[in-house]
């Protein structure tokens, strides 16, 4: 299994913004950019929906209640991806996991609050 670090997750008030990282640090480069990506989230109680995706290519998607605040982005130099979120909303409140491929990273816990 790939090890998937991510962090970045934190309290914010609505209206904040936070940045995600994830990092695959035994994955060798060649391999890092041979799998589509993406950054998921789990609410509670809720099921877990996809946020955002990059394919091999760079091509993004992006779910539509994030579409204008979320942006997705990698740098296969370091082996990491990333999820810039601006004008967050109470709504966004969930673990948001990586995912490379297959496999999934352990979660971050993302706040928004007042």
């Known amino acids: 299994q790939v090890q998937l670090v991510e962090s970045g997750g934190g309290l914010v008030q609505p209206g904040g913004s936070l940045r995600l990282s994830c990092v695959a640090p035994?994955?060798?480069?060649?391999?890092?950019?041979?799998?589509?990506m993406g950054w998921y989230r789990q609410a509670p109680g809720k099921q877990r929906e996809l946020v955002a995706s990059?394919?091999?290519?760079?091509?993004?998607k992006y779910s539509d209640s994030v579409t204008g605040r979320f942006t997705i982005s990698k740098n296969n130099s370091r082996k990491m991806i990333y999820l810039q979120m601006n004008n967050l909303k109470p709504e966004d409140t969930a673990v948001y996991y990586c995912?490379?491929?297959?496999?999934w990273g352990k979660g971050t816990l993302v706040t928004v609050s007042s």
């Open positions: 035994r994955l060798i480069l060649s391999t890092f950019v041979g799998q589509d």
């Open positions: 995912k490379w491929g297959s496999d």
């Open positions: 990059i394919a091999v290519g760079g091509t993004t």
